[in-house]
Nanobody
Framework: QVQLVESGGGLVQAGGSLRLSCAAS????????MGWYRQAPGKQRELVAT???????NYADSVKGRFTISRDNAKNTVYLQMNSLKAEDTAVYYC?????????WGQGTQVTVSS
C-alpha cells in the first residue's frame, strides 16, 4: 500500500501561481509513474501531467507551457508548478501513483482561480 499526502492548493487570482506537492509513503520501492489529475464540478476526472521514474513527462494540451511536473525520487515526492493560472484550471487536483501491482490516489486538494 502507498499513502499519499497532498498539499499546496488554495485560492489564487488569474495569472498567479501555485505549487502542489504530493508525498508518498509506505510501499514506495516499486513506484513507476507519478502524476496529477483534476476534476472540475460536473466534469470527469482528467489527466494533467505525469512523470516516470526516469523523468519522462506528459502533459495535457490545456496546461502545456504553463504547468511543470517534477519529482524527487529520494523523497518519493511529486510536484506540480502551476503558472499563469486561468479560471478554467479551477478543480480538485488529485495525486496519482502507479506501481506494477496497484494504483493509489491522494485525497485531493482544491485549487480555485478567481477571474
Amino acid at each position: 500500500q502507498v499513502q499519499l499526502v497532498e498539499s499546496g492548493g488554495g485560492l489564487v487570482q488569474a495569472g498567479g501561481s501555485l505549487r502542489l506537492s504530493c508525498a508518498a509513503s509506505g510501499s514506495t520501492s516499486s513506484i513507476t509513474v507519478m502524476g496529477w489529475y483534476r476534476q472540475a464540478p460536473g466534469k470527469q476526472r482528467e489527466l494533467v501531467a505525469t512523470i516516470t521514474s526516469g523523468g519522462s513527462t506528459n502533459y495535457a494540451d490545456s496546461v502545456k507551457g504553463r504547468f511543470t511536473i517534477s519529482r524527487d525520487n529520494a523523497k518519493n515526492t511529486v510536484y506540480l508548478q502551476m503558472n499563469s493560472l486561468k479560471a478554467e484550471d479551477t478543480a480538485v487536483y488529485y495525486c496519482n501513483v502507479k506501481r506494477v501491482i496497484s494504483v493509489s490516489w491522494g485525497q485531493g486538494t482544491q485549487v480555485t482561480v478567481s477571474s
